[in-house]
């Protein structure tokens, strides 16, 4: 009886043990007179910046080319704040977002055409409003990608009419702090709170794109994070409080992106593709490992995914009700809660999300 009993328990922790993570689906919607948006970070407690713009040609939200596009900020208690642009722009777009509400992203300063995209990056919060963060000396753009519970705020500026620099922001004061040998491009995308900062160098627009992601630390400096075997591109996404990084490279076994995981001793990991896919990307990862992202199936349709260690990736629209109307497209950030923010389409247009766990 015993036996029997302990073998119905074991069943039952099984069960439950094996039972996917599913989650709800909220429609952050879009700002007056626009029909397409996304989310690009999330907080701890659940907010998200992003932006919303009409459809383009593109096929998917937010590409800095529409007039009108504007940042916004967004909480389940006071929806969608609009977050303007800086004065004498048309365009904005916010990227980053810290616990305190602060949010960083770019903006242009002028409808002329000439000088139309010509981004600046700002910082946002609820009581200062939007602040020109300036660029570079010699440089005409710049944009801010991602700012931390200290507010150091981490992105890149121009520095003459080619070549851009990796650059951080603390009180509002620009600092160049580094770029791989022989770049052209070097943009900081990420950083924790431990001040690791992490992006990527581009030596060639190719053809072959060529570039490596990097780690930065006050500590060590500049680090090479190099590609996986053969490859000659990688890019580092984001990086945890822990150290472990993610992003993409491409390899000598494959052309297209994968998306890869590097480790707290910068070792690479291919995290593979969703089921019939041949591309992946990850975007995100929180302090639990989870990573998300997006990748391609088998009718090469983008579907957003899910990365952990005992899952492998998985396609997050297998996560949700099958009538919820939705096609997750991509996931672009989660949080410690295992919240995730990015786009899908609904209706026929592209909506940010707000994806949280129901079970």
């Known amino acids: ?25 909220t429609d952050i919607g879009v700002l007056k007179g626009d029909n ?13 910046a992003g932006c919303a713009d009409t459809a383009n040609g593109e096929g998917y939200p937010c590409t800095g080319t529409e007039v009108g596009q504007h940042a916004f900020y967004w909480t389940k208690s006071g929806g969608l704040k609009d977050l303007g642009t800086l004065p004498g722009g048309d365009i904005s777009g916010a990227i980053g977002l810290n616990d305190f509400g602060q949010v960083v992203g770019f903006s242009n300063v002028s409808s002329n055409p000439q000088e139309r995209y010509n981004f600046v990056a700002f910082e946002w919060t609820p009581t200062g409003g939007m602040i020109n963060l300036g660029t570079l000396a010699g440089g005409n753009s710049s944009c801010a990608f991602e700012i931390n519970s200290s507010g150091l705020i981490a992105g890149d500026s121009f520095v003459n009419s080619t070549l851009v620099d990796a650059t951080t922001w603390t009180d509002h004061k620009i600092k160049k702090i580094a770029a791989l040998p022989k770049s052209i491009f070097t943009a900081a995308l990420d950083l924790n709170d431990n001040g690791e900062i992490v992006g990527e160098s581009v030596f060639g627009y190719g053809p072959p794109f060529t570039s490596h992601g990097f780690e930065w630390t006050q500590a060590a400096g500049l680090k090479d994070l190099g590609t996986l075997p053969g490859g000659n591109t990688s890019i580092a996404n984001a990086v945890n409080s822990s150290g472990i990084i993610v992003g993409q490279s491409n390899s000598s076994s494959f052309v297209d992106w994968h998306a890869v995981k590097w480790d707290a001793s910068h070792k690479i990991a291919d995290l593979g ?8 990307i990850a975007f995100g990862i929180n302090d639990s490992d989870q990573i998300v992202g997006y990748g391609n199936i088998r009718d090469n349709a983008a579907h957003a995914m899910l990365w952990t260690s005992t899952g492998g990736m998985e396609d997050l629209n297998n996560r949700i009700a099958a009538n919820s109307g939705w096609v997750l497209v991509n996931a672009n950030a989660i949080n410690a809660l295992g919240q995730i923010t990015g786009y899908g389409t609904k209706g026929g247009h592209n909506h940010a999300f707000l994806l949280t766990p129901s079970n």
Not at 36 to 48: L, R, T
């Open 1 to 25: 009886m015993k036996q029997t009993l302990l073998g119905v328990l074991a069943v039952s922790i099984l069960t439950a043990c094996s039972v996917a993570q599913t989650y709800n689906v």
């Open 36 to 48: 397409e948006s996304s989310g690009f970070w999330i907080n701890s407690s659940g907010a998200v």
């Open 273 to 280: 593709t969703l089921p019939g896919g041949t591309y992946s």
